[in-house]
């Protein structure tokens, strides 16, 4: 039983920062690519931000320069820290890791974690 644990999300001001974490927890052989995505009321899921195992981060547009994802591969966990946040950045934020339960199969399984609320507000 493999799931993913969130937190770090909450109230912040506008130009305020916050830390997002992501834990795979369970029994598996090794994660593989992690991602942050987050879906405002109405609006469709979008990509904030990718990171591979390698180390090689890629953002939205609207993350450039104000995010970064970063992971830690021994706790099996992705972070995204966020700077500069400002009200458009309100939205549920939700963590995906690709992550192989066995040594050998075709391919890695996706798992979503629950999702952790973002709100910047005055």
């Known amino acids: 039983q493999v799931h993913l644990v969130e937190s770090g999300g909450g109230l912040v001001q506008p130009g305020g920062s916050l830390r997002l974490s992501c834990e795979a927890v369970g029994t598996f052989f090794t994660i593989d690519t992690m991602a942050w995505f987050r879906q405002a009321p109405g609006n469709q899921r979008e990509l904030v931000a990718t990171i591979t195992t390698d180390g090689e981060a890629s953002y939205a547009n609207s993350a450039k320069g104000r995010f970064t994802i970063s992971s830690d591969l021994a706790k099996n966990t992705v972070y995204l820290q966020m700077g500069s946040l400002k009200p458009e950045d309100t939205a549920v934020y939700y963590c995906?890791?690709?992550?192989?339960?066995?040594?050998?199969?075709?391919?890695?399984?996706?798992?979503w974690g629950q999702g952790t609320q973002v709100t910047v507000s005055s």
């Open positions: 995906n890791i690709d992550i192989w339960l066995r040594e050998i199969q075709d391919g890695p399984d996706g798992y």
